[in-house]
């Protein structure tokens, strides 16, 4: 695997979900953005002990917005997007997924999504 990875996310005091995703996501990218609008639960603790780069936002209603003020500062090879609410899961098929996004030149991939437990 030669490409860095980056994972965004928007986020407003979510810490109570946060360390079950950030555990989930640990050790699969180079860089963790994370996009505040809002925090003031400990959150932003959270996110700064990941190494994630923070960015204020004053949120617009607008998650396409938000989500782009951490997209354009991204410069990593691929990037990907993840609610704080969210986990990766089956983390033995990373690399084979990343591997074939190089190989296939793809732009995108659709991650099968498993909700409402």
């Given at each position: 695997?030669?490409?860095?990875?980056?994972?965004?996310?928007?986020?407003?005091?979510?810490?109570?979900?946060?360390?079950?995703?950030?555990?989930?996501?640990?050790?699969?990218?180079?860089?963790?953005?994370?996009?505040?609008?809002?925090?003031?639960?400990?959150?932003?603790?959270?996110?700064?002990?990941?190494?994630?780069?923070?960015?204020?936002?004053?949120?617009?209603?607008?998650?396409?917005?938000?989500r782009?003020?951490?997209?354009?500062?991204?410069?990593?090879?691929l990037?990907?997007?993840?609610?704080?609410?969210?986990?990766?899961?089956?983390?033995?098929?990373?690399?084979?997924?990343?591997?074939?996004?190089?190989?296939e030149?793809?732009?995108?991939?659709?991650?099968?999504?498993?909700?409402?437990?």
């Amino acid at each position: 695997m030669n490409s860095s990875v980056a994972f965004a996310m928007i986020f407003k005091n979510d810490v109570d979900v946060l360390p079950v995703c950030l555990e989930s996501i640990k050790g699969l990218y180079d860089e963790l953005w994370a996009v505040d609008t809002g925090s003031t639960d400990g959150s932003r603790d959270l996110f700064g002990k990941a190494g994630a780069k923070i960015i204020d936002f004053t949120w617009v209603n607008d998650f396409a917005a938000a989500r782009n003020a951490a997209w354009t500062q991204i410069k990593t090879d691929l990037k990907f997007w993840i609610d704080s609410d969210d986990l990766i899961c089956g983390h033995e098929n990373w690399d084979y997924m990343i591997r074939r996004m190089e190989e296939e030149n793809l732009d995108g991939v659709c991650l099968e999504y498993l909700y409402a437990f």
